[in-house]
């Protein structure tokens, strides 16, 4: 005889049983204690959040002859309850039962008088199943429905179904249970059922069941039958084709080291091993996220996947500007798994694009001076700000340069728009900046950038950080590698002067990544002490073309005939 999976052998008999729904066990319970239970209720949620479980909680205590407790579980109504013998609920899956004629039946039947309890209580399953008409059947009854009935919906996609049947309801969205109540859970059922469940392996299984705590038992009485008395994390990672922290983090470590050959021998590996290379890609994923996630914080509560030593050695691999480049490559990746057959390729391209990724330069520090105080959590920006309090004297001797012959657009030797700027160039644009500058502009793009317009000016202002400013020029940090480039490309540029031009910043816009503009700085703070910054350049602007007067049409014939052959006689005379 085949026995009760775990996941029926555990659901939730009580509302105390519930995991991971307090709002929605707290609203319940006070209806039901209170009497103001609704004809109508509405449970929506992801898979396996307890949405049918707590339809049955519901029915169960509206009808309990104990309502101090209800639901008892002694009573005769809450036995028949859980033996699935009670006259009056009744339970219906729209998936099977979608007609018009299915609702008409149980509309005729809603009519009749309670049998045992004191409501007749109608649980709908994947209510967004039912058809059309059947769902405007339905309707009506929820509109006007009997006084003992009380009608429970359960779905997983609310916006299938019509806005009128969602009005008449009560609705709970039920969410996510969170990966530390699923893992504490399975462990309490794993030491009912007698057998070991590694603290590793029910963290590994409460991710994998991405909130669902059906699909974590199902997955627990998997990895229990094929490990036996002791689930182990390397049991789970064997049956569900996972990499283990270690492999992930070697392989990382040979994509550091641009070490081609064993990568391609750990993909092999994989493969043999039956590793799901699409799941191994969100893998990396999360480990570099959280490798960037240490150096801003250093706050091993804020990690998921990584302990603190493995996130402080991924840290130390490589500045956060290359991880979250090599993000973006395993992103891609993740979406050319769709359109192509080999899986393998595509993580093996991946890797070779991994290996490219430029490592930024890293930061010159700064000379220190016998009585320099080092500064204590103080952000780049404050510290360029405070270095560069000479800076307007150098600004008003560049501004009593006589205008050349173009007018007020001098010739320059640093370009307008740049690809990859050296840090001579960001050092050009740092010893013309000032904090007044910076802080009025900085007003001014908040006003921009805090308004109601979108366009893609404004989409790429929002992934940059304005972190000097001078008469004629801006110089923004991204957080992306893309961002740099696509506001230091041409045409892009150009169009971004002119729209920052419009609204009083007649700068031009220059874009460099983090580390760049470390680098930069430290090598500005190093020549400012040695009082050997370099004289400031002039950041041409530019120039729309003259608009030329249109020719006239007797300029046509002169060019034909010659002028002197040609006379032009007024109309007017």
Known sequence: MSRLALYQKYRSQSFDEVIGQDYVVRSVRNAVRQEKVGHAYLFCGPRGTG???????????????????????????????IEGTHPDIIEINAANETHVEDIRDLIDRARLSPMMGRHKIYIIDEVHQLSTSAASALLKTLEEPPEHVIFILATTDPQKLFNTIISRCQRFDFSRVDSKS??????????????????????????????GMRDALSILEQASSYSGDRVTEEAVNEIFGLASTGEKIGLLDDIFDQNLEGILKRIRNSEEHGIDLKRLTTDLCEALKEGVIWQYTGNPSLLHSLNREQAEHIASRAPSMKLLDMTEVLMKASDRYRSTQSTATVFELACMELIAVRAPAEPVPAEKTVNEEKPVNKPVSENISEAMEPVPDIQENMHADEPSETGDIPQVQMPAAVG???????????????RSCRNEDQEKLNAMLGGTQMNRYIGTLRQADLKASGPDCMLFVCRTQAFVNRISEEEFNEGLYDYLKENGMDKVPFAVSQSLYEEAVGRFRRLMAEKNLPEPVKIRKYRKEEIKEEPKPE???????????????????
């Open 555 to 573: 300029d046509a014939v002169f060019a034909f005939f010659g002028k002197e052959n040609v006379e032009v006689i007024d109309e007017g005379e």
């Open 182 to 211: 699923i893992s504490a859970h399975l462990l309490k059922i794993a030491e009912k059922e007698g057998f070991a469940l590694e603290v590793p392996a029910a963290e590994k299984i409460a991710e994998l069941a991405d909130g």
């Open 420 to 434: 990859e700027m050296s840090v001579d160039e960001v050092l050009n644009i740092l010893v013309q900046c000032s």
């Open 51 to 81: 949405k049918t479980s707590m339809a049955r909680l519901l029915a169960r205590a509206v009808n309990c002859e104990n309502p101090g407790q209800a639901p008892c579980g002694h009573c005769a109504n809450c036995q028949a309850s």
